[in-house]
């Protein structure tokens, strides 16, 4: 009955995102002529065609990388922390990206290599910073501790929050604007080459930890359960949160740090199907992709033709939600 259920769920989901990528790209503060669009197919230079395929149509598969990657990661966390409240920035990969974006624009320190921009590359670069950092410290005598990484975490973040917060205060007027820009997560223009550049890694990292799951399944009852069957539990915590943090750093990099998708999307399919993370990764996968991009819609048409963040339609959508949450978790 319930595998049934799930199948129902992931074939809905994979509609949604079906839907989202059919129809998204023709909404924005400009509506696109769907025959301008289809003429540009067969070789004629639309204007409108030029916009849904050059403009809107990457930004579109950018939020649909970008929401799966932060969906999956949130999956994988809150299965090792057997904590539904956990998110992908548990181990300070935000902190740490938004440091690196930072730095790049106080310094003015502009160029591009292989389509990536330098604020993208300091971004992914501060990512992988913070999750070896993070590995350093928490190495203990030859082992490493699950709670030892999450206090590394935690205490990192804290340290580049301050770093950020003396960047802002040297910051001048523009500069300050580009840094609140970039922190309040954005889906911007960007080329198919960037993108395909990055599926590889993204895709690697869906497909080991989907070969995971069984093993989330058992550590989510207890460590005790997971070791009594002959789970090796700190070497799979471990290579689950690597992987989990670099798949978010790779997309933070990319549209900056946005918040609650990693929060409410794995725990509202884990209340429709069940927590059997054979089904949450793929499902996260697919509601997490349609639902950023639907939200990016969303902020590019409410205040047209002014484009808002993304970050701010995922925060006042989760925000209720995370509110409702703790309630539920309360009662």
């Not at 921009?117 to 913070?130: H, I, K």
Request: net charge positive; proline share 5%.
């Amino acid at each position: 009955m319930r595998n049934s259920r799930r199948k129902w769920i992931l074939l809905g989901c994979l509609l949604l995102l079906a839907a989202v990528l059919v129809f998204t790209p023709l909404a924005g503060s400009q509506p696109l002529d769907y025959r301008q669009v289809l003429a540009y197919l067969s070789g004629e230079q639309t204007p409108d065609g030029l916009i849904f395929f050059r403009i809107r149509l990457p930004r579109i598969f950018l939020g649909v990388l970008t929401g799966a990657s932060l969906a999956v990661a949130g999956v994988v966390f809150q299965a090792l922390l057997r904590n539904p409240l956990a998110t992908p920035y548990t181990l300070g990969v935000a902190s740490g990206s938004a440091l690196g974006a930072l730095l790049v624009i106080k310094s003015g320190l502009y160029f591009s290599f292989l389509g990536f921009s330098s604020v993208q590359l300091a971004a992914f670069a501060g990512s992988l910073l913070t999750v070896l950092l993070v590995y350093a410290i928490s190495r203990r005598a030859g082992r490493i501790s699950i709670y030892g990484m999450i206090l590394a975490g935690v205490t990192i973040s804290f340290f580049f929050s301050a770093l950020i917060l003396i960047l802002h205060y040297l910051a001048d007027f523009t500069e300050t604007q580009q840094m609140i820009r970039w922190t309040m997560g954005g889906l911007d223009i960007v080329e198919y080459g960037v993108l395909l550049r990055t599926l590889p890694l993204l895709l690697v990292s869906f497909l080991v930890l989907w070969g995971m799951s069984s093993t989330f399944n058992i550590l989510s009852t207890s460590e005790e359960t997971a070791l009594s069957k002959g789970v090796d539990v700190p070497r799979v915590q471990i290579l689950a949160f690597v992987i989990a943090s670099l798949l978010t750093g790779s997309v933070v990099a990319l549209s900056g740090p946005i918040g609650f998708v990693g929060l409410i999307i794995p725990h509202l399919l884990r209340l429709l199907g069940g927590p059997d993370h054979r089904y949450l990764i793929p499902a996260s996968i697919l509601l997490g992709g349609g639902f950023l991009a639907l939200s990016d819609t969303l902020a590019r048409t409410l205040f047209a033709p002014v484009d808002l963040p993304v970050g701010i339609i995922t925060t006042l959508l989760g925000g209720p939600f995370f509110l409702w949450l703790l309630i539920q978790k309360r009662s």
